[in-house]
């Protein structure tokens, strides 16, 4: 089903292509305390958007490292302890010196490890955004929950049918937290508890790739601490990127090509895109 491009302006809710010029300008620099899953293709991803990638979790330098950077990136796809406790040290320094910090709370709900050093983070660090599907906003809304491995439960899944109650759920969260909330699926959500983004650019073949959400994850802390006077704006413009490089990609498939080529497809997208092309690819409404 085709949809038609929604735009509401409220304030400086306006066009979102400026989010992802205005990270080229700044050569944003990000550090990321990611999974070994996808690291590499984080600090592609930030590489193509215009950041500037840094990968460090040892406990020992990160305060150092994160000093250097404007956002911080964390991510608990590939938790252990030696990790866990560089999360706590980077993030607390981080809010110190007043930089963009992101959780990415992976697999939430499918381990009490997870679900418990989630909420605990929630607790210690004040993030700017909170990115993950619904199952895993779902979890720490509840501080508990289940999910299948590190995807969305499809009981969960947002649908034309149930988007309203999503929407009022996504605000509320974000609300109760104060971190402006991105849940991402077949229909993405982005609120600050007061308006929320409904987007619906993307293709379902992405969801063949592992790492799309990390990549989006690193992505989007580049967009929010490039464009720190509009957060939910550069939130917003981040997922809209990542799904209009998927849909892009998937143009550019051969035959034969699998999710391996569609991955390196979808940032070489990222790669070719500026401010014109998301703003015309763009496809979401504001509630």
């Not at 104060?178 to 650019?201: E, F, H, P």
């Amino acid at each position: 089903m085709a949809y038609p491009f929604f735009l509401f302006l409220k304030e400086d809710q306006g066009m979102l292509g400026n989010c992802i010029d205005e990270v080229r300008k700044q050569g944003t620099l990000v550090h990321n305390i990611t999974n070994y899953v996808t690291v590499n293709d984080v600090a592609n991803i930030l590489l193509a958007c215009g950041g500037s990638p840094i990968m460090s979790d040892e406990a020992e330098e990160v305060e150092e490292i994160t000093s250097i950077c404007s956002g911080l990136n964390i991510n608990i796809g590939t938790l252990n302890r030696r990790t866990i406790e560089a999360m706590y040290i980077a993030g607390r320094k981080a809010k110190e010196l007043g930089h963009t910090v992101l959780l990415d709370p992976v697999g939430a709900g499918a381990s009490s490890l997870r679900t418990e050093t989630a909420a605990r983070l929630m607790k210690e660090i004040k993030f700017d955004v909170i990115r993950g599907n619904i199952s895993e906003i779902k979890t720490l809304s509840r501080g508990s929950g289940s999910t299948k491995g590190v995807d969305a439960d499809v009981a969960d899944a947002v649908t034309e049918d149930n988007l309203d109650e999503a929407v009022a759920f996504v605000k509320a969260f974000a609300s109760e937290t104060g971190s402006i909330t991105a849940v991402t699926g077949a229909i993405d959500l982005v609120s600050d508890g007061a308006d929320c983004y409904v987007i619906r650019n993307g293709r379902p073949e992405m969801g063949r790739i592992t790492g799309t959400g990390c990549q989006l994850s690193g992505m989007m802390t580049a967009f929010v601490a490039a464009n720190k006077e509009q957060k939910l704006k550069a939130a917003a413009a981040a997922v809209c990127a990542m799904g209009l490089a998927g849909e892009t990609g998937f143009k550019y498939m051969r035959e034969g090509g699998g999710n391996a080529s569609y991955r390196s497809l979808i940032i070489d997208a990222v790669y070719n895109m500026d401010g014109k092309i998301l703003d015309e690819g763009a496809r979401y409404e504001i509630r």
